[in-house]
């Protein structure tokens, strides 16, 4: 079994950064992936980014690439997500999920979300303008 607990969400002003963590205890190996997401009120669950707990590919949609940063501590087991240069329209609640085993050391980043099996509660992060 996988656990999963995003925290450092909050209030921000636009331009400003937060970093948000995301702890994963359990069964974790090489073979699995994290990857955040974000859910705004009354729209879909989208991918922002990733990273493979074996060789560290990550992977990030277009809309945010160059402002968010994905790494992870293996020793800590913990995947952290950076955001630079916040903006009103990073408002959402962001989510963790962990998806994987997969057959070897994965070095893709699925952005579905119905590849991710674990998931946290969720971090709210609110940027005003």
């Known amino acids: 079994q996988v656990q999963v607990v995003e925290s450092g969400g909050g209030l921000a002003e636009a331009g400003g950064s937060l970093r948000l963590s995301c702890v994963v205890s359990g069964r974790i190996s090489t073979r699995h992936v994290t990857g955040w997401f974000r859910q705004a009120p009354g729209k879909e669950r989208e991918f922002v980014g990733g990273i493979t707990w074996g060789s560290g590919v990550t992977d990030y949609r277009d809309s945010v690439k160059g402002r968010f940063t994905i790494s992870r501590d293996n020793a800590k087991n913990t995947v952290t997500l950076q955001i630079h240069v916040l903006k009103p329209e990073d408002t959402a609640v962001y989510l963790c999920?962990?998806?994987?085993?997969?057959?070897?050391?994965?070095?893709?980043?699925?952005?579905?979300?119905?590849?991710?099996?674990?998931w946290g509660q969720g971090t709210q992060v609110t940027v005003s303008s």
């Open positions: 999920g962990v998806a994987g085993p997969f057959l070897g050391d994965s070095s893709y980043v699925p952005g579905r979300v119905s590849a991710y099996r674990y």
